[in-house]
Nanobody, 125 residues
């Protein structure tokens, strides 16, 4: 079992920055692929970014956030982060941290077994 708790969401003006954090507890953190997803009202949950487990270490981003968002992880602290810069109103959503080990697609929410409760990000014009 893995428990995930997100934090760092809030209200920010367009062009601003936020850093989301996800604290994990449970099984060896380094053995999990970690992802960030988001869901806006009325929309399906969508992939944002992923950081593959050790020793791979590859990162992946949705085209909509590439160049603006950065995912990172600290295996010793069991933390994963999402640095969000140049935020846009369309980034407004609830952001979820997810962990998985056996998924076949890093961008599919079906590849992740554990989810946090989410943190709200609201970007004003």
């Amino acid at each position: 079992q893995v428990q995930l708790v997100e934090s760092g969401g809030g209200l920010v003006q367009a062009g601003g920055s936020l850093r989301l954090s996800c604290a994990a507890s449970g099984r060896p953190f380094s053995s999990y692929d970690m992802g960030w997803f988001r869901q806006a009202p009325g929309n399906e949950r969508e992939f944002v970014a992923a950081f593959m487990r050790w020793p791979d270490g590859s990162t992946y981003y949705a085209d909509s956030v590439k160049g603006r968002f950065t995912i990172s992880r600290d295996n010793a602290k069991k933390m994963v982060y999402l640095q969000m810069n140049s935020l846009k109103p369309e980034d407004t959503a609830a952001y979820y941290c997810a962990a998985g080990r056996y998924g076949s697609s890093w961008s599919s929410d079906g590849s992740y077994d554990y989810w946090g409760q989410g943190t709200q990000v609201t970007v004003s014009k």
